[in-house]
């Protein structure tokens, strides 16, 4: 048995003759298609969320955003930065550019730098809606506007709690102070 194949252009078809033994000759004709085009489509959900998120964070956040949520790629594979990156790509949906953060809007971590608490009390007070929040969608990084730090039921409940503060500011004095220049003795 052998096979030629050959392409038809114009019906944009693949044509294979197979050759059998004893002289017959079979023609199969497949539909080529277009270019782009294969069964592996991503999940309408998961580009929704990539679209949402794009403009704000970048292709490793989404992707730990969209294995948080549960949604895998077209081939059943968790979402790596790499993979969200190449989508984003195909789909036409721009990157995130870090450059042109302008400081309206922060990440939780930076939130916890800004006030010098842990992310347990960032989370607490959104929580407890005294600091407000907004998730593009459920399962992604909060994100929180710089001025919302500054309002006055934030200053005072941290004021209030009395919750750990993150150690390292040069305004703190070391619990056990050296009582001597060379050190401890």
């Known amino acids: 048995m052998g096979k030629i194949g050959d392409v038809d252009d114009e019906a944009r078809e693949v044509v294979l003759v197979i050759h059998w033994q004893g002289g017959q000759h079979s023609q199969l004709r497949i539909k080529k298609p277009n270019t782009g085009d294969h069964e592996c489509r991503t999940p309408g959900e998961a580009l929704v969320v990539m679209r949402s998120m794009a403009g704000r964070w ?18 059943g594979k968790s979402w790596t930065a790499k993979r969200a990156g190449s989508l984003r790509r195909v789909h036409d949906i721009p ?17 916890t730098m800004e006030l010098g608490v842990t992310n347990h009390v960032i989370r607490r007070l959104i929580h407890d809606r005294v600091l ?13 506007k710089a001025a919302d730090l500054r309002d006055d ?15 390292g500011h040069q305004s703190e004095l070391p ?11």
Do not use: C
């Open 58 to 75: 970048d292709d490793e956040r989404i992707a730990a955003s969209l294995n948080r949520m549960g949604m895998h790629t077209d081939q």
């Open 153 to 167: 039921r934030v200053t005072a409940t941290l004021k209030r709690s009395g919750h750990p503060r993150r150690a």
């Open 132 to 144: 407000a929040a907004e998730q593009l969608v459920p399962g992604a990084p909060y994100q929180i």
């Open 95 to 111: 990157a995130y550019r870090s450059a042109e953060k302008d400081g309206e809007w922060l990440t939780m971590s930076e939130v």
């Open 175 to 185: 619990i056990f102070p050296n009582t001597r220049k060379g050190g401890l003795s």
